[in-house]
């Protein structure tokens, strides 16, 4: 149908099926979700209008529509044992909107992690509402260790009385002590808000501690980790239940997607199997073998390490930048991000760091063999990067290499 109609848009949707089975990425935020997830993303249920909440709708017809988003909403409550879940949000900058707008007044003060230490945009950055809208101030990571600093943070809650904290990062590869950041919210009378988006799915499989016990509100995305369709959804305490729901609708969201609802019922179905826990599982064995076999090769780790799905390597003694990396692992299809690392000497278009994430290619059913492989083809492009013949050799392994792990079969 669509090839008959806009063959241009048809040809680029192949384009992209190629290039996506063709590369191996290593973006952290990216995933691939399964066909039955993808099947509800392209339904039917794209036509319908459903403004409200189930059973209490502003439009007829919802029948159906109750009955689904009833259930992703029981299935993400069981999954992450929360007492209200609000699964509309149509990303996780929205859901963040919505939990802030939820609980603080334009001007307000709010305190997030610092972009440059691994923060996300939507935590406080000027560019972003959060930081327009919000008189936002930051913490960032120790200086030595580089990790979260909690007894500075405490400091800068004290001084500046935020009246939202905000925890969880795009980019910092060790565990996040909810409960130290619940006590230090308690102190200051701040709502604590845990944005869980990088790690859901390694919280679904208890992989990483929860932070839906000790926080106001849990925020998320569906399509990182979690490999649902990309979205979002906030988990609260049931006190927080009505102003979470205004907040998203009316507040900052008309009709939700329900197609795009219906496949994140879908994901969680999938986050209650056996068969999720042993692919978190390997998800975070992969990072840390990716993480020790770059060690052995004199790559920098920030922190050392990691405890979850992504490592952040600080290319500095490669002499090489975090973009020129970025572009020739591209020229071997090798999909990267450059990141900035804590305390980056070049800017945010340039960037000294790479990170690297290990959930789409477990999907792939990689495991530590192939990791090593990986790590070959990464070092020798670096090594042979002024040499494009030799890039363009790489790159044809690469790609027999990774399709043998096709993405749908
Ligand atoms: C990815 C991410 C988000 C939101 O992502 P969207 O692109 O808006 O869906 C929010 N918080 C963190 C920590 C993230 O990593």
């Known amino acids: 149908m669509l090839e008959k109609f806009d063959l241009e848009i048809y040809s680029l949707i192949e384009k992209e099926l190629m290039r996506e089975s063709e590369t191996v990425n290593l973006i952290a935020s990216e995933n691939y979700v399964s066909k039955a997830v993808m099947e509800a993303t392209g339904s039917i249920l ?19 529509i109750d009955r689904i988003e009833s259930i992703a909403i029981s299935r ?35 305190l997030g992690m610092d972009i440059c230490a691994g923060g996300h945009l939507s935590h406080g950055t000027k560019v972003s509402f959060s930081g327009i809208i919000f008189n936002a101030v930051c913490y960032g990571v120790n200086p030595d260790t580089e990790l979260i600093d909690y007894n500075e943070i405490e400091k800068i809650a004290q001084k500046y009385k935020p009246k939202i904290i905000i925890c969880g990062a795009s980019a910092y590869p060790r565990i996040i002590d909810f409960n130290r950041f619940a006590g230090i919210a308690k102190n200051v009378n701040a709502y604590l808000c845990s944005d869980m988006a990088h790690i859901a799915g390694l919280v679904a499989a208890n992989l990483h501690p929860s932070p839906v016990p000790v926080s106001d509100f849990v925020t998320s995305t569906t399509h990182k980790t979690l490999r649902g369709p990309r979205g979002g959804f906030i988990l609260c305490k049931e006190r927080y239940a009505r102003s979470v729901d205004k907040s998203i609708f009316p507040g900052i969201q008309g009709g939700p997607l329900m197609h795009i609802v219906a496949a994140k019922a879908v994901a969680f179905k999938e986050a209650e199997t056996g068969d999720f826990r042993k692919y978190q599982t390997q998800i975070v064995k992969n990072a840390r073998f990716f993480a020790e076999k770059l060690r052995e090769l004199d790559y920098r780790l ?92 790489i790159r044809k392994g690469v790609k027999d290499f990774v399709m043998q792990f096709p993405i749908y079969t």
């Open 302 to 393: 920030v922190t050392g390490g990691t405890d979850n799905h992504m490592l952040l390597v600080d290319l500095r003694n490669k002499k090489i930048t975090g973009v020129e990396c970025q572009n020739i692992l591209e020229k071997v299809n090798i999909i990267v991000n450059k990141n900035s690392i804590p305390f980056d000497p070049s800017g945010a278009t340039i960037t000294s760091g790479l990170r690297i994430g290990t959930a789409a290619i477990t999907t792939r059913g990689m495991k530590e063999n192939e990791i090593l492989k990986i790590i070959e083809f990464i070092d020798e492009a670096l090594h042979y990067k002024d040499y494009p013949e030799k890039l363009e050799n």
């Open 76 to 110: 993400v409550k069981k999954i992450f044992n929360a007492e209200h879940a609000n699964v509309q949000p149509h990303s996780g900058s929205q859901a963040n909107m919505a939990v802030y707008l939820s609980c603080a007044k334009a001007g307000d003060t709010i």
């Open 46 to 64: 794209t036509n319908k209008y459903a403004e409200g909440y189930p059973s209490r709708r502003y439009y007829g017809g919802c029948e159906f």
